[in-house]
């Protein structure tokens, strides 16, 4: 059921896990393993790949990389909701040597029932040069019951794509393909659909409040942990920005990183004056800054991505903090809060 192109060669999924390095873990964390998946998806493959994560110990949030023709498409719904319960993250790519970390991938391809076993991953990207493919779902032999099992197998496959956050409208766009054809669609159109999101799932933009005080807060969580940017409105005193982002194992250290940024639409502003209050609560770095007129304008004239940063120096290439939160779901809220908030 559902090979895949006809010109695919069947081989049955294998699977092989590299841990990282020391200096993967110590940059990463432990959830930095590598799994690679290869071969054509057969029925049992995810229930060897929940084998393998349970004997190894491989721990959440893991990275596994496709690289397959396709194969059954039950087969591929099990393995994606395998991935999903272990929130690993997926790409495209087959396993190459590497030195830094255990291992760089190299590009590959998924298509057919590859397509599906992808979209379990919690967060999904695209290996620059590999490519994605999906087309409508064949039988090799053909019953009297082809028509009724179509639709039953549509319906589980239009469920699975909702339940895995990704538009429908990529069911349709296999629809179109034949057995010997495969729709590619570029990069563009699969993060449109949130078949890709690149480590980051969609924003949540809301007004809240808490006694003494209302607040616009934003809230996307990534591959690096949940972000969060507040604009506070207390009762009393001055406005304030709030910043709360995960630094993983280097929390202490970026602590003590003495330029800090507000990042507007590709603008990055200095500041470190404004700074109010730094903490770690619950291994998350807490930030405070006090608003004045002239920050506040820069938040109002925005209208693509918001962030707040530190960095060991003005000139340093590195910081840690979140520099593109999409804003344009604020910037509809923004004026009713701050007709409340001047109130």
């Known amino acids: 059921m559902c090979c895949g192109p006809a010109w695919c060669e069947p081989s049955v999924m294998n699977f092989a896990a590299y841990p990282p390095s020391a200096l993967g873990e110590k940059l990463m964390g432990d959830h ?19 084998a393998l994560i349970a004997e190894k110990h491989i721990p959440n949030l893991s990275h596994l990389y496709l690289h397959s023709p396709g194969g059954n498409l039950l087969g591929g719904i099990a393995m994606g909701r395998v991935i999903r319960a272990h929130q690993f993250q997926t790409d495209v790519g087959q396993f190459g040597a590497g030195k830094l970390y255990t291992t760089v991938p190299r590009p590959g391809y998924c298509y057919s029932a590859c397509a599906v076993a992808f979209l379990g991953g919690e967060y999904r990207f695209l290996l620059n040069g590999s ?25 589980a496959v239009v469920d699975y794509m909702q339940s895995m956050g990704v538009s429908t409208e990529l069911f349709s766009l296999a629809s179109q393909a034949g057995p010997d054809q495969v729709v590619t669609p570029t990069a563009d159109k699969l993060l449109a659909l949130g078949v890709i999101n690149n480590g980051r799932k969609p924003v949540a933009w809301s007004i809240e409040s808490v006694p003494g005080a209302i607040y616009l807060k934003g809230q996307q969580e990534t591959s690096f942990g949940i972000n969060k940017f ?9 406005m304030q ?19 800090h940024w507000l990042f507007v639409d590709g603008q990055q502003i200095q500041i470190q004056d404004h700074l109010a209050m730094e903490e770690v609560k619950n291994g998350w770095i807490n930030l405070t800054y006090t608003v004045d007129d002239r920050l506040l304008s820069m938040v109002v004239a925005a209208r693509n991505y918001i962030g707040i940063g530190l960095s060991p120096a003005p000139g340093a290439a590195i910081f840690e903090g979140f520099d593109r939160m ?3 779901g604020a910037v509809a809220k923004l004026s009713g809060f701050l007709q409340v908030c001047r109130h």
């Not at 930095?32 to 929940?50: C, F």
């Not at 779902?137 to 639709?151: G, I, N």
């Not at 920005?241 to 003495?258: C, H, M, P, R, Y």
């Open 326 to 328: 999409p804003f344009d």
């Open 230 to 238: 507040l604009l506070v409105c207390p009762a009393q005193g001055q």
């Open 131 to 155: 490519v994605y493919g999906v087309h409508r779902f064949f039988w090799k032999e053909h019953t009297p019951s082809d028509a009724d099992l179509a639709q039953v197998l549509s319906a």
């Open 241 to 259: 920005f709030w910043a709360i982002f995960d630094a993983g194992q280097n929390t202490d250290e970026v602590l003590k990183w003495s330029t």
């Open 32 to 50: 930095a393993w590598a799994i690679y998946a290869t071969g054509e998806i057969d029925a049992d493959a995810g229930q060897r790949l929940d």
